[in-house]
C-alpha cells in the first residue's frame, strides 16, 4: 500500500504545476474555423474590444486579449494593426490574405509600438509582410506563411531582443531562421523560407537562394558582414542591412522584388557587382549610409535604378544603369561622387531634389559619366576643353539639373572603354597552419592577390580584438608576441582590402603556450627530488624496523645463556 500511495504521490508532484499554470492562464479552447472580419486597428489598450475583433480574455499576463478565428482580407488595408498598447494579447488562428507585396503598408499583422504580444498558429498569404514587428516581446511561433514572412525590428537595439521567432514558422514549406546576439556565423547553402540576423559580429551569408517573401535576408546592429552569391527573388526585399559597420554585399542576384538592396544607417561599406534588375520599386536603396561605395553593379529595369537619401560620403561608380525610369533618385545627400557610370536609356536619367557638396565627374582627365541622351561633341581637349583634339570627354557638361552637371562627360560607353568589373582580392595564412603550437614572438605569414592588379592592404585580427594593417602586400607578415596573450587556442583572421571591396575572411587556429624549457626542467628536477626524499625515508624505516626485530639466532643464544646461569 506505500508503494502505491508513493507512486501516486509522484504522478501528483510531476503533473501538479502543469495544472496550477493551466488554471491560472485562462486562455480559452482554440477554435477550429474562420469567421470573416474586416480589418482590425487597434490604437492603446483601450480599443481592445469586441468591435475590434477581440473574443476574450482581460489583458493581465495570466489572462490576455485573445483575437482568434477570423479570416481577413488585407487588400484595403492592413488586416490586424496593433500600436501603442503595452496590455497582453495573443492572436491565433487568424487567416490574414491579399495585402499584394505592391501595396505599401498593406502587412498582414503589424504589431507597432507595443509589447507583450503572442502570435500563434496563424496563416498569412500574399501580403506585403506576413507579420511586422516594431516592438519588445513578442513571441512568433508556428505561423505559415505564404508568398510572404517576418520582418521584426525595435525603437532600440534591447528593444529588439526581446523579441522571439522560432524555426517552427514556416514560409513556402520551408523554416525561419533567426539568429541573434553572438560572434562567427557562418551560413553557406541550405534550404530556408527567411534569414534573420540580430546583434552578430563577423557574419558571412553565402549560396542561399530565396524566394517569394518578405524580406530574404535581413540583418541589423551587425558588424564585419559579407552577404555574397545569393541569388532572391519574388520578395519584398532581397536584402536588407540596417545599423551595421563593415559591411560587403556582392555579387548576389536580386531581381522581381519590391526592392533589391535596402541599406540604412549602413558604416564604412560596399555594394558591389550584383545584379538587380527588375524591381517594382527601387533596385538599391541607400539611406543614411556614410562613407560608403555602390560599384559595378548592374542595375536595370527597375522603378528607379538607385535611390539615394540624407547620406554622407558615398562613391557610386563603375556601374551600368539602364532602362529603369529613374536611373538615380537622391534626396539630401552630402559630399557623394557620382564618376564612370554608364547612364543607358533610362526615361529619366537623374531625378535630383536637395544635395550639397556633390560631384558628378571625378575631374579632369579622369572624367565623368557616359550619358546615352548627351548630344555633345569632342573636338578639344584639356580641364577647360579649350585645347585642340580630343580626348573622349565631351566638350561641354552634361546637365543634371539647374545648378548640378557632368563637368567631364564621357563620349564612349565605358565597357567599350576599357573599364571591367571590380573583382574581390584574395587573402591567405600560410603560416603557421591549423592546430599548430606556437610561442614566444611569433611571425605570421601569408599572401594576398588581387585580380585588377592593385596592390591589397592587408588587415590581421586576434580572436576578437581590433584589426590591425600588416607589412607587406601580395605577401605579407605580422609579428604577434604570444607572451602577452593567454595559454590555449586562439584564432588568426586576415583580410585583404583593394580600395572598394574587402576579401573573404581566411582564419587560421592555433594553441599558445608558452611553457619554457626551464619551466620543464624544474618540474622534472621537483618530481626527482620528491622521490629522492621518499627513497631515504623509507630507507631510514627499513633501518629502524629491522634494529628493532632480532633474529632468531640470537634468541636462542640468550635462551641458552639463561638455562646455564639456572643450573649454576
Not at 280 to 285: A, H, K, L, N, W
Not at 301 to 309: D, Q, S
Not at 460 to 488: C, H, N, Q
Request: net charge negative; with cysteine; hydrophobic share 35%.
Amino acid at each position: 500500500m506505500k508503494v502505491k500511495h508513493r507512486a501516486l504521490l509522484t504522478i501528483v508532484m510531476v503533473f501538479l504545476p502543469s495544472v496550477i499554470l493551466s488554471s491560472l492562464v485562462l486562455i480559452p479552447e482554440e477554435v477550429s474555423a474562420y469567421t470573416p472580419h474586416n480589418p482590425i486597428r487597434i490604437d492603446g489598450d483601450g480599443e481592445f474590444t469586441a468591435p475590434n475583433g477581440v473574443t476574450g480574455g482581460s489583458g493581465s499576463p495570466t489572462d490576455p486579449f485573445i483575437i482568434e478565428g477570423w479570416e481577413i482580407n488585407a487588400s484595403a488595408d492592413r488586416g490586424i494593426f496593433i500600436i501603442n498598447t503595452q496590455a497582453h494579447f495573443y492572436i491565433r488562428d487568424v487567416y490574414v490574405h491579399s495585402g499584394s507585396m505592391d501595396t505599401p503598408e498593406n502587412d498582414g499583422i503589424s504589431i507597432q509600438h507595443s509589447e507583450n504580444g503572442r502570435i500563434e498558429n496563424c496563416s498569412l498569404s500574399h501580403n506585403q509582410m506576413g507579420i511586422s514587428v516594431s516592438g519588445s516581446k513578442i513571441a512568433i511561433r508556428n505561423n505559415t506563411f505564404t508568398s510572404n514572412g517576418v520582418a521584426v525590428s525595435g525603437r532600440t537595439l534591447e528593444e529588439a531582443r526581446t523579441n522571439i521567432v522560432t524555426s517552427d514558422n514556416m514560409v513556402n514549406g520551408r523554416p525561419i531562421h533567426f539568429h541573434k546576439d553572438g560572434t562567427e556565423l557562418v551560413i553557406i547553402g541550405g534550404s530556408m523560407g527567411q534569414l534573420l540576423i540580430l546583434n552578430y559580429t563577423n557574419v558571412r551569408v553565402s549560396s542561399l537562394y530565396i524566394d517569394h517573401t518578405s524580406s530574404g535576408i535581413s540583418i541589423a546592429y551587425a558588424e564585419n558582414v559579407i552577404v555574397d552569391d545569393n541569388e532572391i527573388t519574388n520578395s519584398t526585399i532581397g536584402i536588407s542591412l540596417s545599423m551595421v559597420t563593415n559591411a560587403g554585399i556582392y555579387s548576389n542576384m536580386l531581381y522581381n522584388n519590391g526592392a533589391g538592396i535596402t541599406a540604412a544607417y549602413l558604416d564604412n561599406s560596399t555594394v558591389a557587382g550584383n545584379t538587380v534588375a527588375l524591381n517594382s520599386y527601387c533596385g538599391i536603396i541607400l539611406d543614411k549610409t556614410n562613407d560608403s561605395f555602390v560599384r559595378n553593379n548592374h542595375i536595370y529595369e527597375n522603378h528607379a535604378g538607385l535611390c539615394i537619401e540624407h547620406t554622407r560620403n558615398v562613391t557610386i561608380a563603375y556601374n551600368t544603369i539602364e532602362d529603369n525610369e529613374y536611373g538615380v533618385a537622391y534626396d539630401a545627400p552630402m559630399s557623394m561622387l557620382v564618376h564612370h557610370n554608364n547612364f543607358i536609356d533610362n526615361t529619366i536619367q537623374v531625378n535630383p531634389r536637395i544635395g550639397t557638396w556633390n560631384s558628378w565627374d571625378d575631374d579632369y582627365p579622369s572624367g565623368g559619366n557616359y550619358w546615352s541622351d548627351y548630344d555633345g561633341v569632342d573636338v578639344k581637349r584639356g580641364p577647360s576643353q579649350d585645347e585642340p583634339g580630343s580626348d573622349f570627354i565631351g566638350d561641354t557638361p552634361y546637365a543634371i539639373d539647374s545648378d548640378t552637371q557632368d563637368r567631364y562627360p564621357q563620349m564612349t560607353w565605358l565597357w567599350m572603354n576599357g573599364w571591367t568589373w571590380n573583382e574581390r582580392p584574395t587573402c591567405l595564412i600560410t603560416k603557421p597552419k591549423n592546430d599548430q603550437t606556437i610561442s614566444g614572438v611569433y611571425r605570421i605569414y601569408g599572401v594576398a592577390s588581387d585580380p585588377d592588379e592593385t596592390v591589397p592592404k592587408v588587415e590581421i585580427r586576434i580572436d576578437y580584438g581590433d584589426f590591425w594593417e600588416v607589412e607587406g602586400g601580395s605577401s605579407w607578415s605580422f609579428e604577434w608576441d604570444t607572451r602577452s596573450t593567454w595559454k590555449g587556442e586562439h584564432t588568426i583572421y586576415v583580410r585583404a582590402y583593394d580600395g572598394y571591396a574587402y576579401s573573404d575572411w581566411d582564419t587560421v587556429w592555433v594553441n599558445v603556450d608558452n611553457t619554457t624549457i626551464w619551466e620543464d626542467d624544474w618540474t622534472y628536477v621537483s618530481i626527482a627530488l620528491l622521490m629522492v626524499i621518499l627513497a631515504v625515508i623509507g630507507m631510514v624505516i627499513f633501518i629502524i624496523v629491522k634494529r628493532k626485530k632480532k633474529p632468531p639466532e640470537f634468541e636462542e643464544i640468550n635462551e641458552e645463556r639463561n638455562d646455564d646461569e639456572v643450573r649454576a
